[in-house]
């Protein structure tokens, strides 16, 4: 019996383990994999995006979710869509929310698969993050948001063909580390072309993970 | 057997629609002939149909004024909304003439004669009325009654009462011009029939055999046997709904209850006549007589349910939000535009556009209630120079634009800049010496950028390239812009587009 039992087990390993039961992660850019410690967009996790070029980061991040999943994105109007359109994002299946006041965060996190919005004020957080794990959505918040669940920060950025008075901006390398909670505690990083010379997101170096010196 | 007929006639509608003083020449031109002439043009010798030279040889000083039946047709409807005081089902021919049956509004105003005195001073009010000019003598509406619309209609122009059976006697020394045919006009021109009377005296049966129906047509009219039924045009039903709430509703409940039995009682009218709405004005006014009106759409018919949802929705927006009514909601109004024949829904065959899961649809309903149509919006891909004229946001559940994808010669190479600046940031370029950049008319900068200072700070430039001129639409010019445009480099790794317009400098978007 017993035997039998361990040999169903054994067959069917998604079914062993509880932690296994929650819902698929959304699809990242292969780019991202590494960096992620799901491999992909968890649904009821936070991600804080920062330093340079994080808007850029946030996109990219959200770029394969986008072919099959609603994204909103909230209180942010400064945002490029037809970057946004160049770095992958499916504007088909993008809303953009004009303001970001509690109640439009709470109607917006219930109904789409990824939100991208500004940072919510600091006390807001707790509740909004609740919100974000019961719901099964993804926030990714460009700038700080209090208790995430990850934390992206962009460095290290190198444009690639300007010169002096000739060329222009084509390809950007970027230093992406990424920490946060559980899986997430021991930081990853890895550099990426963000875009490379052909307006792909690829990685420029292969990835590492180590633990950052203080 | 023919219809006791009243026909109303404006002259000069075309050029009444204008509101120019009465006392200047002025004419219509379409395809180079004379459409219409005002009374002085036409005392000059102006005439319909006349070649433009010649109409201008006659009468230099005519002001020439531009052919547009639409807007006739529109500044003819408060005309038409007038006749339609005095009797139902009003035909109008054209914009300036308009026929409708005679004889109950005959025995109700006590006679055709008072009747036709009754009706030509309404209109003429409501001429006045929409004209800041005042209307010459000659372009009084003239109302004419005979049998049948074709000798009421040239009963007008002469402003007479045609008495019953004695149509063909006035119709008789009418040209045959008069007809609105033509080839066949010319025809019977050359073969000697010059009147009506003259085709009205030939043989129906000949004249059938030998120029067929158009020929018996012509020849009915004409002999004032004008049995044409008239097809008034057709009145829309009133299809608001409004409900009065006494005592007015504070609480949400309450109003969402009155607003869902509103709701159903539309979709209810909706459903009788065969109708759907696409577009759908919700109207609220409070004990305090404050109005609100909010507009929805749908992205294809409104479904009973979906309208129900809407008011709801929008009346928890105004109430919740309490500082903005200061009192208690007392009357609701739907209105439905956009109404077409309910011909059920078509869903997307290829376009994943159409899959919207209600979950979605249901948050942005509610994201819209709060913030309003354009509080979400949906993106999609234009045309333009510029990185933020390349989006267009719509309000969700409105049409998208076709997707412009011709190229645009001119545009920024690509990555395209991540943040784009709503308004773009002052900034200051320098040389290595300290020295303001400035770029010459040839497009040259007077020496190389070494620092740029904006947000209050100077940032090292490492890299740089341009000026990219963009001279846009030249042709015009309030809308016509002269830049200059940069890409920097700076040291600290971030890069921005910078711009030149006038004596400024700007960035006007950031590659984050």
Redesign the interface.
Known sequence: MTDRLAALLAESPAISRASHLQPPTLPVLEAFTTLLPDGGLRPGSSVQIGGVGATSIALALCAKATQDSWTAIVGLPSIGLRAANELGVDLDHIVVVGEQTVDVFAAVIDAFDVVLACPPPQRKAPRINARVRERDAVLIVLGTLAENDLTIVGSAPQWHGIGNGHGHLAARTLHVTATGRRAAARPREVTIWLPDENGEIRVAQQATVRRLRA | MTVRTLAVGCPRWPILAHDLPPDEPSAIFFANRVVAASVEAVASGVKKGMRRREAQSRCPETRVLTHDPARDARAFEPIVAAIEAFGPRVEVVRPGLAVMAARGPARYFGGEEALRTKMAEAIDDAISKQRTQPLHEDDRTRVGIADGPFAATLAATRGRIIEPGGSMQFLAPFPIRVLDNSALCDLLMRLGITTLGDLAALDRARVVARFGIDGEIAHRLSSGDDDRLLEPRAVPPDLSVVRELDPPAHRVDVAAFAGKSTADELAAKLAALGLACAKLAIEVETEHGEARTRIWRYSSAFTPAAIAERVRWQLEGWLQQGAQLTGGIARIRLHPEDVGPASGTRVGFWS??GE??D??R???A??QA??GP????????AGGRH??E??V?VP?GDPLPERNTSPWPGKL??????????RPRRADVADANGKAVDVSGRSV?TS?PARVRFGGKWHDIE????PWPVDEKWWDIDAHRRRARF?V?LA????HLLVREGENWFVE?T??
């Open positions: 994943r556009r919207v899961s979950r979605v249901r948050a942005i509610r994201v709060l913030l354009r509080g979400a919006q949906q993106p999609t891909l990185p933020c390349q989006t946001l969700w190479p690509q990555p395209t800049p991540v943040v784009v600046f709503d900068v190389t890299a740089w390239a341009g890409q480099a600290d790794g971030t890069a978007a590659y984050d």
